[in-house]
């Protein structure tokens, strides 16, 4: 029995593969959805609602995913409430933070 070692035959697909592969691209996606900016909205709620019934007379929320998004209408539901609202940036790494309260004369 004898061996032949020669030359290999070239593989049919090489050249396609190898020269026509895309290169991928991750896509950056939205970092706040509505469920969280629905809870964004709550806990801005809960915070007026404390105000509004005396139980604290300044709240600062901090964490929210996108304040700056439901900024207009936790500004409708403070206004409703009597209720001061403000957005406020962190000193130290530009974080939003939400003011709600004290009440308005």
Do not use: C, K, N
């Not at 029995?1 to 396609?16: D, E, K, N, Q, Y």
């Amino acid at each position: 029995m004898s061996l032949r070692i020669g030359r290999r035959s070239p593989v049919s697909w090489a050249h396609a593969y190898v020269e026509d592969v895309e290169t991928v691209h991750p896509i950056r996606l939205p970092s706040a959805t509505v469920a969280l900016l629905e809870h964004d909205l709550a806990e801005i709620a809960v915070a007026i609602e404390l105000v509004a019934r005396h139980v604290a007379s300044r709240v600062t929320l901090t964490g929210l995913e996108d304040p700056e998004s439901i900024a207009g209408q936790a500004l409708a539901l403070a206004q409703l409430a009597h209720v001061r609202f403000a957005l406020q940036r962190d000193l130290a790494g530009g974080a939003v933070l939400v003011v709600v309260g004290p009440l308005e004369a």
